[in-house]
């Protein structure tokens, strides 16, 4: 089988893993020092010398010019696993668009001299260029391995045979590592446009700098001092990173404001950047949960400020009621800056598996739970006050709690006057806002949940919250009646062990999506 990734590969390298089959055991995977799932055929190597062959493209290309030839970039004479032509294969290891600008210049007839300048400018903005050659062998490498999916019961039971801190020590070290590169290798196939932009180039630099960091523990002593010197890079990853989401944002609404971008569901180049949003946000909270959930165990620092309650960063009973007034409390006081009043809330909630109990508790992620109550209260309550801006009264927002023997369900009604149907399909999409756009300040932000990081007028709130939804195997869905209201109905797994991390995959399909940005012809009719 063909290499899934698509991109040529170094004909040999050689990293201390054993490949073995991994198991469902979470327990059993942190003790084997490897990382994620070997994919089929991902671990042969691509065509035979291709990547010394890849090193010599930009001589390749002038060589090809001084003899006055002509080259024809529609020409393949590569393997059915690569997309690659056979001049621009690959450049110190790593991978190259077919709309490279060196290869457009070809088709088109520009000159070659400001082909490869573009080129070279082009290449500078890359991961590539800011990793030594073995890095980027190593990205490579371990972008073939699917990342562990690890359920809420795995980390729940985490280090309950006494040797937690060790397990995962060797967890983390390689886990962290393959789910890195699987979206560093999809950041390289973003358009140039969005690449270039500066915004754009520090989360490339974050992503390069965090995986070098990384790896320099890829083999490094099992003890207590490496776990002291482990727990301060993870601290300084998740520093790092912080801003991501924000950052990107400011990066899309400039290539919006340019003209490049239109925020718009049917839009090829916009559905290939939403795919890619959901994939890199998806990957961002789930090595945060990896290493919040590592800290709060096993960093004196941090587990002294934990609730007492919670294992980790999972608290075994987590009370959906208590964490929704929690949330309704707090977008109340927001509400009430801006409009001088706010709905009250009515809340219901029922236990299905136990009629006795006097509240709905599951094992869950507080914080995640938290974020999607309150980003859907802040909408239902800005709808709710505008929308009965001249009546005498407010109506509240009711919400309903249920519990069954699978799922736990949350309905928010609000109602704030409804969406459209043509609006209510773009509710979902990044940048997608109907508030006022924000000004994001230079430098750190302090993340998306710091005070001092607008989350309203960016467009990222009900899709983030949905991907912190789906992320255990939840959803989160809208269903209105406009000129009336909205139900928001979010939907949990109500079993631990059903409920396991959904992650992205790098490979020849989720490539492609990203690539494929040409709006198509419309097959159907539709109302202008």
Same mark, same amino acid.
């Given at each position: 089988?063909?290499?899934?990734?698509?991109?040529?590969?170094?004909?040999?390298?050689?990293?201390?893993?054993?490949?073995?089959?991994?198991?469902?055991?979470?327990?059993?995977?942190?003790?084997?020092?490897?990382?994620?799932?070997?994919?089929?055929?991902?671990?042969?190597?691509?065509?035979?010398? %291709?990547?010394?062959?890849?090193?010599? !493209?930009? &001589? *390749? +290309? $002038?060589?090809?010019? /001084? #003899?006055?030839? @002509?080259?024809?970039?529609?020409?393949?004479?590569?393997?059915?696993?690569?997309?690659?032509?056979?001049?621009?294969?690959?450049?110190?290891?790593?991978?190259?668009?077919?709309?490279?600008?060196?290869?457009?210049?070809?088709?088109?007839?520009?000159?070659?001299?400001?082909?490869?300048?573009?080129?070279?400018?082009?290449?500078?903005?890359?991961?590539?260029?800011?990793?030594?050659?073995?890095?980027?062998?190593?990205?490579?490498?371990?972008?073939?391995?699917?990342?562990?999916?690890?359920?809420?019961?795995?980390?729940?039971?985490?280090?309950?045979?006494?040797?937690?801190?060790?397990?995962?020590?060797?967890?983390?070290?390689?886990?962290?590592?393959?789910?890195?590169?699987?979206?560093?290798?999809?950041?390289?196939?973003?358009? %140039?446009?969005?690449?270039?932009?500066? !915004?754009? &180039? *520090? +989360? $490339?630099?974050?992503? /390069? #700098?965090?995986? @070098?960091?990384?790896?320099?523990?890829?083999?490094?002593?099992?003890?207590?001092?490496?776990?002291?010197?482990?727990?301060?890079?993870?601290?300084?990853?998740?520093?790092?990173?912080?801003?991501?989401?924000?950052?990107?944002?400011?990066?899309?609404?400039?290539?919006?404001?340019?003209?490049?971008?239109?925020?718009?569901?049917?839009?090829?180049?916009?559905?290939?950047?939403?795919?890619?949003?959901?994939?890199?946000?998806?990957?961002?909270?789930?090595?945060?949960?990896?290493?919040?959930?590592?800290?709060?165990?096993?960093?004196?620092?941090?587990?002294?400020?934990?609730?007492?309650?919670?294992?980790?960063?999972?608290?075994?009973?987590?009370?959906?009621?208590?964490?929704?007034?929690?949330?309704?409390?707090?977008?109340?006081?927001?509400?009430?800056?801006?409009?001088?009043?706010?709905?009250?809330?009515?809340?219901?909630? /029922?236990?299905?598996?136990?009629?006795?109990?006097?509240?709905?508790?599951?094992?869950?992620?507080?914080?995640?739970?938290?974020?999607?109550?309150?980003?859907?209260?802040?909408?239902?309550?800005?709808?709710?006050?505008?929308?009965?801006?001249?009546?005498?009264?407010?109506?509240?927002?009711?919400?309903?709690?249920?519990?069954?023997?699978?799922?736990?369900?949350?309905?928010?009604?609000?109602?704030?006057?409804?969406?459209?149907?043509?609006?209510?399909?773009?509710?979902?999409?990044?940048?997608?806002?109907?508030?006022?756009?924000?000004?994001?300040?230079?430098?750190?932000?302090?993340?998306?949940?710091?005070?001092?990081?607008?989350?309203?007028?960016?467009?990222?709130?009900?899709?983030?919250?949905?991907?912190?939804?789906?992320?255990?195997?939840?959803?989160?869905?809208?269903?209105?009646?406009?000129?009336?209201?909205?139900?928001?109905?979010?939907?949990?797994?109500?079993?631990?062990?059903?409920?396991?991390?959904?992650?992205?995959?790098?490979?020849?399909?989720?490539?492609?999506?990203?690539?494929?940005?040409?709006?198509?012809?419309?097959?159907?009719?539709?109302?202008?």
């Amino acid at each position: 089988m063909a290499s899934p990734g698509m991109f040529l590969r170094p004909t040999s390298l050689s990293i201390p893993i054993s490949m073995r089959a991994r198991t469902s055991s979470f327990s059993k995977s942190i003790s084997t020092e490897r990382p994620g799932t070997p994919r089929p055929g991902s671990i042969s190597s691509a065509n035979k010398g %291709s990547f010394e062959f890849g090193r010599s !493209a930009r &001589q *390749d +290309i $002038l060589a090809h010019s /001084s #003899q006055g030839s @002509s080259w024809d970039p529609l020409v393949r004479n590569h393997s059915p696993g690569t997309i690659l032509s056979p001049i621009l294969g690959t450049i110190h290891g790593t991978m190259i668009r077919d709309l490279s600008p060196a290869s457009r210049a070809f088709s088109s007839g520009v000159g070659l001299g400001a082909a490869v300048q573009e080129f070279e400018v082009e290449e500078r903005r890359k991961i590539s260029n800011m990793l030594s050659l073995e890095q980027i062998q190593k990205m490579e490498f371990y972008s073939k391995f699917t990342p562990t999916s690890v359920s809420l019961s795995h980390f729940l039971d985490h280090g309950a045979d006494g040797k937690g801190v060790e397990k995962s020590f060797l967890f983390l070290r390689r886990e962290i590592p393959v789910r890195l590169a699987n979206i560093m290798m999809e950041l390289e196939l973003l358009p %140039s446009e969005l690449l270039a932009q500066p !915004a754009c &180039q *520090d +989360i $490339l630099r974050q992503y /390069s #700098q965090s995986f @070098s960091e990384v790896l320099q523990f890829e083999n490094t002593k099992n003890n207590a001092t490496t776990h002291e010197e482990f727990n301060q890079l993870l601290t300084e990853v998740r520093h790092r990173h912080q801003d991501t989401v924000p950052h990107m944002a400011e990066a899309l609404h400039n290539l919006r404001d340019a003209g490049n971008l239109n925020v718009n569901c049917k839009d090829r180049l916009n559905q290939a950047i939403q795919y890619f949003l959901d994939r890199l946000y998806m990957s961002r909270i789930s090595i945060q949960m990896l290493i919040s959930h590592h800290k709060a165990l096993y960093c004196p620092e941090e587990s002294k400020s934990i609730n007492p309650g919670l294992r980790g960063t999972l608290d075994p009973k987590c009370d959906a009621v208590h964490v929704a007034q929690m949330a309704f409390e707090n977008a109340t006081f927001l509400c009430e800056q801006m409009y001088m009043d706010a709905p009250k809330l009515i809340i219901e909630w /029922s236990d299905l598996t136990d009629a006795e109990k006097n509240s709905v508790d599951f094992v869950y992620i507080p914080g995640h739970l938290y974020h999607m109550l309150f980003e859907v209260f802040k909408n239902s309550m800005r709808a709710t006050m505008e929308f009965h801006e001249n009546s005498e009264s407010t109506p509240d927002i009711h919400v309903r709690i249920v519990k069954s023997s699978q799922d736990i369900s949350i309905k928010v009604c609000d109602q704030g006057g409804g969406i459209s149907r043509n609006v209510a399909e773009n509710c979902f999409l990044y940048l997608y806002t109907s508030a006022t756009r924000v000004k994001l300040s230079e430098g750190d932000m302090g993340g998306t949940t710091s005070t001092s990081t607008p989350m309203h007028g960016l467009g990222y709130g009900l899709p983030l919250s949905r991907l912190y939804a789906r992320y255990f195997g939840g959803d989160m869905k809208l269903a209105s009646c406009d000129g009336y209201g909205t139900d928001t109905y979010i939907y949990l797994r109500a079993l631990e062990s059903d409920a396991r991390e959904t992650l992205p995959i790098f490979n020849a399909s989720s490539s492609n999506k990203i690539r494929d940005t040409k709006n198509q012809v419309e097959d159907w009719t539709k109302d202008e």
